[in-house]
């Protein structure tokens, strides 16, 4: 399957993600700083974490909703929220009024509107793509969103300070327009709901969850998902403040001629941070063909256990050129299994109940957070090379429940070699 010939649902979801994360990572990275210096860190830190708290209790109600109203109506509701929102959040940002207890209460609102719609929005590209295409789409998903992450970070740095208004502005704008897509192209996408026995009603949401839980293939992958995606979250946290620690004063990473490129340790994490992306940009098309190669099960595998070599080298290392080359090996592992992990996560969400398998698959992303901010404060305590051999071993861990999984799955139905797919 070529790029041409996926749904125009999947078309439009892939280009609005791109424009919609490129806007985003020119605000939400920088709203930490804007919150601690408006209301304190402290107060910072427990909106982060009820910010949270709210998303993952909305995406419940969301995969729920979603099986059960169908998968366009709740984003509908979400998306028409979002845009008022946002609409709030600028206004509360301009010449003309500035409030920053306003933008919070705007923030976490939309958090709610991000959980809800979360799930409806991973079920409706599920409901109309194949096993045989969505590695390509999550390929192409996961190329987008970097390369998103990177214009928006750069231009974020510049502009979040001076030009607020005229950010939340365009974030409201776009958002506008992907609502007005959304009603007048985007189709609905839920199957048809198997008719019940005479008699019997309807599972309730608590029921429905449970049987997530319940599925042991499904929830020992995730746990192998959570502590893989955990792996950078670690490094991007207790990496960053290692390295702050460790190279106080700038050193010189390379010289070009006369030119002498110099970097203390948080330029130096921010200079790896900027080398993945751009790996990510560069060679996503590459590494997808490989994969294509290999397979599912050894791609998976190779790719985590790149990760994690390349990622503990990074937590304990100070060497700027070993530093690279790990960011190399992690960032080509990360390409492998990010895709491949998407892919199999949604052929194994049952056809009746995406929306609800996506609502917990999401707490994966939640929980490999939680490790990762909870690894700075472990890491205040023992040395770096005894969090080197922790990351290690939740690096294994995970191989160990991948392979399980890989191995339970081919055992059930074997998983067919993906063809080589061109774009």
């Known amino acids: 399957m070529t790029f041409r010939e996926l749904h125009l649902n999947v078309k439009i979801r892939l280009l609005q993600n791109f424009i919609g994360n490129m806007i985003g990572s020119m605000v939400f990275p920088f709203l930490a700083i804007y ?28 995969g729920h909703f979603a099986d059960k109203f169908g998968r366009k109506r709740v984003k509908l509701y979400a998306e028409t929220a979002r845009v008022l929102l946002f609409a709030v959040v600028a206004l509360s940002n301009s010449p003309w ?35 045989k ?32 208004f005229e950010l939340f502005s365009a974030m409201t704008l776009f958002l506008a327009l992907s609502l ?49 995606g955990s792996l950078e979250n670690i490094t991007n946290n207790y990496g960053r403040v290692r390295l702050f620690d460790d190279i106080s004063t700038p050193q010189t990473i390379f010289t070009l001629g006369s030119w002498v490129f110099t970097a203390d340790g948080l330029q130096l994490f921010a200079f790896l941070q900027a080398m993945n992306a751009m790996i990510v940009v560069l060679f996503s098309a590459v590494v997808r063909k490989w994969v294509h190669r290999f397979g599912h099960r050894r791609a998976l595998l190779l790719g985590v256990a790149l990760s994690t070599i ?7 290392s100070n060497w700027p050129l070993v530093l690279g080359i790990s960011m190399i090996i992690a960032t080509i592992g990360e390409i492998t299994w990010v895709p491949v992990k998407q892919t199999i ?37 023992v040395s770096s090379w005894t969090m080197f051999a922790l990351f290690l071993v939740v690096g294994m861990l995970s191989l160990f429940f991948y392979a399980r999984t890989m191995n339970s799955l081919s055992r059930r139905t074997k998983v067919p070699a993906q063809p080589e797919v061109s774009v």
Do not use: Q
């Open 35 to 62: 919150f601690a210096e408006a209301i304190g860190p402290s107060l910072t830190g427990l909106l982060i974490v009820l910010h949270i708290a709210i998303t993952v209790s909305a995406g419940a109600y969301g």
């Open 97 to 131: 009024y500035e409030s920053a207890v306003v933008t919070c209460i705007g923030m976490l609102l939309i958090g709610f509107c991000d959980g809800l719609s979360g799930p409806a929005s991973e079920a409706m590209l599920i409901d109309v793509t194949t096993s």
């Open 133 to 164: 295409s969505r590695t390509l789409v999550y390929s192409v998903d996961y190329w987008s969103n970097n390369f998103g992450l990177v214009i928006g970070g750069i231009a974020g740095g510049y502009l979040f300070r001076s030009f607020k």
């Open 180 to 228: 007005v897509v959304l009603i007048v192209w985007i189709t609905e996408t839920k199957p048809e709901s198997k008719p019940l026995p005479a008699g019997e009603k309807p599972a309730g949401m608590v029921a429905t969850y449970m049987t997530v839980f319940k599925n042991r293939i499904f929830i020992i992958f995730l746990g192998a998902a959570l502590l893989c």
């Open 310 to 316: 390349g990622y503990a080298v990074i937590i304990v």
């Open 345 to 381: 996560l949604a052929d194994l969400a049952p056809t009746e109940n995406r929306g609800v398998y996506m609502a917990v698959a999401g707490l994966t992303g939640v929980g490999s957070s939680m490790l990762g901010g909870l690894s700075i404060t472990l890491g205040a305590y």
